[in-house]
């Protein structure tokens, strides 16, 4: 098979989360074991980060990669969902997993996949870490995929773990209250392993100090000791903010990633960089700060925050729960505009009604949907909206809604796009 005839067998064969939901999400960590003792157990041949969180994991991830790659390490880096490409998925030093590698590893491990069926991700995974022992990397940053506990990243045993936040999302699968939620995303704390939490917050607090309790992990809620100011930059595509440490010394960083929710997950980045230090790695303060300032450019992460055009300016954000949202119609209020217009997609599995309560009524609404059997109608979406006072058109695809905008808007107004990362997936400028 070539690699798009790979790509289609792994499509067809394997129950895919991100396409089709509920029924490709597995409560079983076997078929990743099995996996990973057939390639030989390739997750114990090096170093590793873990990060989960309801939102800012994939942010965090991206950006600690960075940091380790200015440091000189070879950094291995897994996140998902993929935005354009399957490749996305598995880098090392910014550079995506070769087609080759993709054919090659399927080719390989074919018969025994069909033997266990394992999902897409549980398939995703192993040929992560088989490719990041391989390569040799010092070290890989591993983005949690779903919850924690049972997710298929959660073989390994890294040197530090990361949590980012608890919000409600994925409910159906992690617990409907928010104590719940965080015992799923605990279940990466590993025995002796510290365990950075970027959020306190009342109802999970207690739940991650009991557990690293239980596993004798030292636990940091970073919030509490590190404070992040933002400061008013001058410097085109950088957020300027200023760190203070638990010692009340200051450190000046400018960030190329420009969410305004980029402040929660700062606390978390930096007590990690100052972890690892302690963990026998060697990163410098101008490490830490090249690394914050360079994030798109060496990782290639995309779609957070992400400006696609100036005149009218139109960004698109990959948030896609209620969390992210209020944090996103917050920063939406402070750019100075005359007009908001905004194109939504979402998945069905979502709090849609609970997104769209944030969402400000005087804005026009274009509502679409993404191309995969998850995405919620357009057509439903609107209604939903209607009925909550968000007038607007229908319009399939994202790109005929965002060109439609762009004609309608003046200069000053604003365009916003997002709602699902799957929607933000089919714009065709990213």
């Known amino acids: 098979m070539n690699y798009q005839e790979t790509l289609d067998y792994l499509y067809k064969a394997l129950p895919m989360f991100q396409r089709i939901g509920a029924a490709a999400f597995k409560k079983d960590l076997g078929p990743t074991i099995a996996l990973c003792n057939h390639l030989g157990n390739p997750e114990t041949k090096f170093k590793s980060i873990h990060v989960a969180g309801t939102n800012g994991k994939g942010s965090t991830s991206h950006a600690l990669a960075s ?49 266990i069926s ?16 391989n390569e040799n990397v010092d070290i890989a940053v591993v983005e949690v995929g779903m919850g924690g506990r049972l997710d298929s990243t959660n073989v390994i045993t890294p040197l530090l773990s990361i949590i980012t936040n608890i ?29 950075i939490i970027g959020e306190t917050q009342k109802e999970t607090s ?5 557990i690293s309790r239980e596993r004798n992990a030292s636990i940091y809620f970073s919030d509490q000791l590190i404070t992040v100011h ?8 950088l957020k300027e903010y200023i760190l203070k440490n638990g010692k009340g010394e200051q450190i000046t960083i400018q960030l190329d990633l420009l969410g305004a929710y980029q402040i929660k997950n700062l606390p978390a980045i930096y007590l990690a960089f100052e972890q690892l230090n302690q963990l026998g790695l060697f990163i410098s303060e101008e490490n830490f700060k090249r690394g914050l300032s360079n994030i798109t450019q060496r990782t290639g992460l995309k779609g957070r925050w992400q400006i696609l055009s100036k005149n009218p300016l139109t960004i698109c954000d990959t ?43 005087e804005a026009a609404y274009a509502f679409c949907q993404s191309q995969i059997p998850r995405a919620m109608p357009a ?16 319009m399939l695809d994202v790109n005929d809604a965002i060109n439609y905008f762009q004609k309608k808007a003046g200069p000053d107004d604003l365009i916003f796009v997002g ?4 929607v933000v997936a089919e714009i065709k400028e990213l």
């Open 67 to 115: 940091v380790l790659q200015d440091a000189g390490y070879k950094v291995g880096l897994y996140t998902s969902p993929h935005l354009k490409s399957f490749t996305e998925r598995i880098r090392v030093n910014g550079k995506e997993i070769t087609q080759e590698a993709v054919v090659e590893f399927v080719k390989n491990h074919k018969d025994f996949m069909e033997e």
């Open 118 to 133: 394992p999902s897409f991700f549980e398939m995703t995974v192993a040929l992560a870490f088989d490719y990041f022992a």
């Open 167 to 195: 919000g409600l999302d994925h409910v159906q699968f992690l617990g409907t209250t928010l104590e719940e939620i965080a015992g799923e995303k605990a279940g990466i704390i590993k025995e002796g392993v510290p365990v």
């Open 206 to 210: 207690p739940v991650f100090t009991q």
């Open 230 to 237: 933002p400061e008013t930059s001058n410097i085109p595509n």
């Open 319 to 361: 948030g896609h729960n209620k969390d992210a949202f209020k944090v996103i119609v917050k920063q939406l209020k402070s750019i100075p505009h005359n007009k908001l217009f905004m194109v939504l997609g979402m998945v069905q599995d979502k709090d849609v009604e609970g997104v769209l309560k944030l969402l400000p009524i």
């Open 379 to 394: 057509a439903d979406l609107a209604s939903l909206a209607a009925s909550l006072g968000l007038d607007g058109i229908v």
């Open 419 to 422: 709602g699902s990362t799957f």
